[in-house]
């Protein structure tokens, strides 16, 4: 019941559907019966004294409130309300049981607001003549009627019936409504599926064919002779204005107009008369003409409904996967379930991918003019021969990502300064800001982008498919014309968290275009740089596949010592290097200091910014005096040729405070440290990253050198910051994390320091994974707080798993595994197993005078333990 009237338009509340658990029943029901009639289901339970139906319509009929009473089944009903009229449902068809319902709803008809027709004149209204100004039964059409045969496949759309009808009942005057939506979305099906769903509400319904204006005044007077209001040989012009007349005097009719394009051109043809108006259209600029309606894609059940029901052999899963590939819009799914009768799913997914044009051109419905292809062609040669730069910026993001691209972020002066500016016509476009605004309306009016706020999105298979119907030509223009888009909208440095907002709208573009494509070095210097600001934000392993395609793709194409090459080469470094391939990182930064070096000189800014990368990869490595030795170096030269304020020199001097402190010279590294972090925070500001990894180290300097309370305090502000600037889950936020639990177990807070332990390493495992070094650094620690608590054999299974770990994720001789291998040896010690740590401390020491030298601070210590288990016992 509930179905029926919200189908037919009827604002509907059930409890069943609105009201939920935990809410007042009675006050619910009373708030209901205060805005609207109560339709009462009479049957034998309804009337059944022990449910609550009794207090419901007993309060009703004592509050003399308006209500419908229809039967569902026979039945006696109490002597009160026997004289109410009630409307048999049962027994009849679905059709005549939902005319009976609406009928009895409805109420009477009332008086007719015209005389009735003289017996034997033939004077009754034109319009009762060819149907009636009554509803009339479901199912029948109106006699004026000339819409599209009915789609026996529609499927969904429901909640969108259901508003559409909704916004045009809820208004007294002439209501339009325009349907708008990318092409093949279903805008013309879901208004021929309105005008039958609901053509019991219409007197006429007349289907106009909206595309060539110039023929809207022929199909209108065709209407005009429908009615009768005009003869057949009644000039054009007359017919239409006869037509205003008589549909003035009428409310119920609905005229379609399908596929308008201009509002301003159709805006004449649409009458002033109290009925109703849809337009379809892939124009959304309808605002002074009509109520947009945004007529979207179909939810994923729909589209698999869709396909399941044409092709019945079609798996659920085979549907999901194939709605998903073709972002479930309608004509793509209608012409993909037609194709599926020659291929198998995997098949024409395969299609899809390899070209989605040829995927698309076959199976088009026999309704519908062009298949997707098709259409994707035919206008953009439409669009082309109207306004050509519109085209060439659509052909440029046919390469670039399916989201929206902020084309308000292509400076002109961006534009200028790219390599060959001069001689294209995108810069010249971008230039003008007239122009720009000329072309995103002609964009947006053909309905092939969204436009919005300066930005225009193409869909992700127009997209696809006008990719793949590009000429030779057309690609490498449209290629020179990406990279000009992108190079223009680059957002500035990457490793500065006041450009990270504009990175958000260029990134995906930047990512998603090929290499290849990338034609001028601007661009390249972007999309390397794209790479580098997911590396600020701790996503280096979503990133290494793409500089590795970049680094791969321009050294075939450009050579190695290009300075494109370079830059590839120095980002995919850093990428191999926070994921943990240490060594491929050392052998790609040493290749590139030589290339640069050569090519160059020793002293050119970007040689020394690849030997202080190197510096660092070395440390990483846990080759300390060699990172100190070029560290040194290279600080150096940059002091003399950049100045101590550079940036550059800055990160330098903070990677030799890391090297300093790893190598026990503890008071060098905060001379270092905190000297740098002072230039950092005037040059960079306090929140820059850079300036907070300092700050970090720092902290741990300061802790190595007892002073727990200021390293706690560091902490804790530089870890505020970061959580603001990067994010709880940032690496370098997780890493003064595990250093903040440290400085709890050394203020004796040992508890505190386990439980935080614990929380930031299942952090770091989910994040960084389980064998990322600082997961491991955190895990070490962790194990010594479980000793301090007593939980020795815990401590030393977790101890074991991390040096196991380590020794092959770092390897056997890096100072990190050595210092793994000192606490478990503590932990053998502690169980009594003296023979095991004596042995192991043994190992540990050897291996630490090698790498670390005699007189490092952890080789002594080392020593002394050593000298501890070999002591003989005595007895007491």
């Known amino acids: 019941m509930a179905w029926q009237l919200q189908d037919a338009g009827y604002e509907v509340e059930l409890d069943v559907w609105h009201w939920g658990a935990g809410e007042n029943f009675v006050l619910r029901m009373n708030q209901a019966l205060e805005q609207g009639r109560m339709v009462a289901l009479f049957s034998e339970a309804y009337f059944d004294t022990a449910r609550f139906t009794t207090e419901e319509w007993t309060a009703v009929l004592a509050a003399r409130e308006k209500w419908v009473p229809v039967r569902i089944e026979a039945v006696s009903v109490p002597p009160i309300v026997k004289p109410l009229l009630a409307p048999e449902l049962f027994g009849l068809e679905e059709e005549q049981a939902r005319g009976v319902l609406l009928r009895a709803v409805q109420g009477p008809p009332g008086a007719p607001h015209s005389p009735p027709g003289f017996p034997g004149n033939g004077g009754v209204g034109r319009l009762r003549q060819v149907g009636g100004t009554g509803p009339r039964l479901p199912g029948s059409l109106p006699r004026v009627w000339n819409l599209p045969s009915r789609n026996a496949g529609f499927t969904?759309?429901?909640?969108?019936?259901?508003?559409?009808?909704?916004?045009?009942?809820?208004?007294?005057?002439?209501?339009?409504?325009?349907?708008?939506?990318?092409?093949?979305?279903?805008?013309?099906?879901?208004?021929?599926?309105?005008?039958?769903?609901?053509?019991?509400?219409?007197?006429?319904?007349?289907?106009?064919?909206?595309?060539?204006?110039?023929?809207?005044?022929?199909?209108?007077?065709?209407?005009?002779?429908?009615?009768?209001?005009?003869?057949?040989?009644?000039?054009?012009?007359?017919?239409?204005?006869?037509?205003?007349?008589?549909?003035?005097?009428?409310?119920?009719?609905?005229?379609?107009?399908?596929?308008?394009?201009?509002?301003?051109?159709?805006?004449?043809?649409?009458?002033?008369?109290?009925?109703?108006?849809?337009?379809?259209?892939?124009?959304p600029r309808w605002h002074r003409v009509a109520a947009p309606v945004d007529v979207a894609v179909l939810a994923r059940a729909e589209s698999v409904a869709l396909l399941q029901d044409r092709t019945r052999s079609l798996s659920e899963g085979d549907a999901d996967r194939l709605a998903a590939a073709l972002d479930d819009l309608p004509l793509a799914l209608v012409q993909a379930a037609e194709t599926l009768t020659a291929f198998t799913p995997d098949q024409y997914l395969a299609l899809l991918e390899r070209n989605a044009s040829e995927a698309t051109e076959d199976g088009t419905p026999p309704d519908y003019p062009h298949s997707l292809a098709a259409q994707v062609r035919v206008n953009m040669q439409r669009l082309a021969g109207q306004d050509p730069y519109a085209a060439d910026l659509l052909r440029a993001c046919a390469l670039l990502a399916p989201e929206p691209f902020p084309l308000h972020a292509c400076t002109p002066a961006g534009a200028a300064g790219v390599d060959g500016a001069n001689s294209s016509s995108m810069a010249g476009m971008l230039s003008d800001t007239r122009a720009v605004r000329r072309v995103l309306t002609v964009v947006d009016r053909f309905g092939l982008a969204r436009v919005v706020g300066g930005t225009f999105q193409l869909h992700r298979l127009t997209q696809a498919i006008l990719r793949d119907q590009l000429t030779p030509a057309q690609h490498a223009r449209a290629a020179g014309d990406a990279s000009l888009l992108l190079a223009a909208a680059y957002p500035g440095d990457a490793s500065d968290p006041a450009t990270w907002p504009r990175w958000l709208d260029v990134l995906p573009h930047l990512l998603a275009i090929a290499p290849s494509e990338l034609i001028n070095s601007q661009a390249r210097y972007a999309a390397s740089l794209a790479c580098w600001h997911l590396m600020e934000r701790g996503n280096a392993r979503t990133v290494l596949p793409r500089v590795e395609d970049l680094h791969r793709t321009w050294t075939s194409r450009l050579g190695p010592d290009h300075h494109d090459s370079m830059v590839a080469a120095v980002i995919l470094s850093r990428a191999l290097g926070s994921t943990q391939n240490h060594s491929r990182a050392r052998a790609l930064d040493e290749d590139i200091l030589a290339r640069k070096r050569r090519v160059l000189g020793d002293d050119h800014p970007d040689t020394l910014n690849s030997a202080s990368n190197l510096a660092s990869c070395l440390a990483d490595l846990g080759l300390t005096e060699q990172a100190r030795a070029l560290a040194e170096d290279t600080l150096a030269r940059q002091q003399r040729v950049l100045g101590d304020d550079h940036p550059h020199t800055l990160n330098t001097a903070s990677h030799l405070a890391s090297c300093l402190a790893e190598m026990g010279l503890t008071e060098q590294a905060r001379t270092v440290a905190e000297d740098t972090l002072a230039r950092q925070q005037r040059v960079l500001g306090d929140d820059h990253p850079h300036t907070l990894i300092t700050a970090s180290h720092l902290a741990s300097c300061l802790a190595d050198l007892g002073l727990t309370e200021q390293a706690r305090a560091l902490a804790e502000d530089t870890l505020a910051r970061q959580q603001r600037v990067l994010g709880d889950d940032h690496p370098h936020t997780l890493n003064t994390v595990s250093h903040l639990a440290n400085r709890l177990a050394e203020m004796g807070q040992t508890e505190e320091a386990r439980a935080a332990g614990e929380e930031i390493l299942a952090r770091m495992r989910r994040v960084l994974g389980d064998d990322h070094p600082d997961t491991l650094n955190t895990a070490s620690n962790l194990a010594i707080r479980l000793a301090e608590m007593g939980q020795t054999d815990e401590a030393r299974a977790l101890g074991e798993e991390i040096l196991a770990r380590m020794r092959r994720v770092l390897g056997d001789d890096h100072p990190h595994t050595l210092n793994t291998a000192g606490h478990l040896s503590n932990r053998l010690v502690d169980l009594g197993q003296t023979d095991e740590a004596r042995a192991l401390r043994e190992e540990i020491l050897a291996r630490m005078r090698r790498v670390l030298g005699d007189d490092h601070p952890d080789t002594l210590r080392t020593a002394d333990t050593l000298r501890d288990v070999r002591q003989p016992r005595t007895a007491n």
């Open 156 to 283: 969904g759309r429901d909640e969108l019936l259901v508003e559409v009808r909704t916004r045009l009942a809820d208004t007294r005057q002439v209501a339009v409504l325009a349907l708008n939506g990318w092409g093949g979305v279903g805008k013309t099906q879901l208004a021929i599926e309105y005008a039958y769903r609901f053509s019991g509400e219409y007197e006429l319904a007349w289907w106009v064919r909206a595309e060539d204006t110039a023929l809207i005044p022929e199909q209108l007077a065709a209407l005009a002779v429908a009615t009768g209001c005009a003869r057949p040989d009644t000039p054009q012009a007359e017919a239409v204005a006869a037509l205003g007349v008589e549909l003035r005097t009428r409310a119920r009719w609905l005229l379609i107009f399908d596929n308008a394009e201009d509002p301003a051109a159709l805006a004449g043809y649409l009458p002033a008369a109290s009925g109703h108006v849809l337009i379809t259209s892939r124009n």
